[in-house]
């Protein structure tokens, strides 16, 4: 499993994919900055750590549901289409690794890529932050990061069905990813007018309703107010994205089979 994760990484890196994926947690991280530094924003805290707080919570809620939804769809693109387009389905049915183990590794591959994407836009706005406020419980928040790759790249794997099943190019599934992540960032401006069942239902606003819950927990300052019915506990997301993402593998494996696999 080593050598096919090794090997998917190979292929991204032909397409100098890493640095991409860095830079683009440069790109929320920054503009938010200078955002929290306008008079407006700076007369609503009382605290330079509550400003660190309220600005952190703003990159990870719409930062990340962004963009990691459209970095994790671009990959999937790159991991699965480069078999069909180089024509090489024939050539993996000669050595001794079946589609499901090609999946596997790719999924790794994904969730890999979600992590770093998280973590690198986390030590950006932990950067910036220190610039303009008072940078406090760096653990938690740094945990936090890591969460939500997971269960962002979890609930982008409903995403990667679609990209995998159409099988168009690269800029349909871009138009795609961009499409899930409009659609999911306009469900968060509705929740206090959709049942509870369909907010949990869509996996990005469901991690950010948990993200929101979670850091209020855990200290951070903040209201839920009339949202706080639709808030899940940690077992909750994880259950509910779990399904999700094996439901999603199941598909994903089906559909590489049809395509050329075993």
Known sequence: MLKLISCELQKLKRKKFFPFVILSAF???????????????????DTKAELFDDFY???????V??????????????????????????????????????????MIVLFLFGLIFCLSTAAVTIVC?????????LGYKLWVAV???VFVTAGTLPLVV??????KTYI????????????SLTAESSFGAL?????????????????????VRHGVKGSLGELQYLIPSTMQTVLILSAMAVLSILLIDRLYKMRGGD
Do not use: H
């Not at 919570?57 to 930062?63: H, I, N, P, S």
């Not at 289409?81 to 596997?104: A, C, G, H, W, Y």
């Not at 679609?162 to 099988?167: A, D, K, N, T, Y």
């Not at 049942?195 to 850091?215: E, Q, V």
């Open 57 to 63: 919570q703003f990159v990870l809620g719409y930062g």
């Open 195 to 215: 049942p509870k069942f369909l907010c949990w239902l869509m996996p990005i606003p469901l991690t950010n309703l948990w993200c929101a819950g979670d850091m």
């Open 162 to 167: 679609l990209v995998v099943f159409f099988s």
């Open 129 to 137: 932050g220190g610039l303009i406020a008072e940078v406090g419980g």
């Open 65 to 106: 549901e962004l963009l990691l939804p459209c970095v994790i769809g671009v990959i999937a693109a790159m991991l699965f289409f480069m078999e069909r387009d180089n024509d090489t389905f024939k050539n993996l049915r000669t050595i001794p690794v079946t589609s499901t183990q090609m999946i596997f590794a790719k």
């Open 27 to 45: 790109l929320f991280p920054p503009p938010l900055a200078l955002m929290m530094l306008t008079p407006r924003m700076m007369e609503r805290y």
């Open 172 to 183: 349909f599934s871009v138009l795609l990813c961009i499409f899930y992540s409009v659609l």
């Open 147 to 149: 969460e939500m790759g």
